[in-house]
């Protein structure tokens, strides 16, 4: 079992940057994969970046490459997700999720087990 607690959320101006990160419990957190998603009012969720269990692959939604950066520490069971240049259009719900290592399929949020409560994020313009 893992649990998983975002924080960093706010209110940010357009082109403003925030840092979310996402605590995890437990001592598999290495093994895992890690994912970021977002849910807009009225929206699907929206896949926004992924990290490999070891740190070595990252992958990024269309919509924020170039901006956001993903990383990880597994010493401190924590993921980061650094938003630079953000948009209003990036305003959504961010939530953290977490699968044992896969290898493929990051962006697919049927196969992440383990998600967090969420942590609004709002850029106004």
């Known amino acids: 079992q893992v649990q998983l607690v975002e924080s960093g959320g706010g209110l940010v101006q357009a082109g403003g940057s925030l840092r979310l990160s996402c605590a995890a419990s437990?001592?598999?957190?290495?093994?895992?994969?890690m994912g970021w998603f977002r849910q807009a009012p009225g929206k699907e969720r929206e896949f926004v970046v992924a990290i490999s269990w070891s740190g070595s692959s990252t992958y990024y939604g269309d919509s924020v490459k170039g901006r956001f950066t993903i990383s990880r520490d597994n010493a401190k069971n924590t993921v980061y997700l650094q938003m630079n240049s953000l948009k209003p259009e990036d305003t959504a719900v961010y939530y953290c999720?977490?699968?044992?290592?896969?290898?493929?399929?990051?962006?697919?949020?049927?196969?992440?087990?383990?998600w967090g409560q969420g942590t609004q994020v709002t850029v106004s313009s």
């Open positions: 999720a977490a699968r044992p290592a896969t290898g493929w399929g990051y962006d697919l949020s049927n196969s992440y087990r383990y």
């Open positions: 437990g001592r598999t957190f290495r093994t895992y994969d």
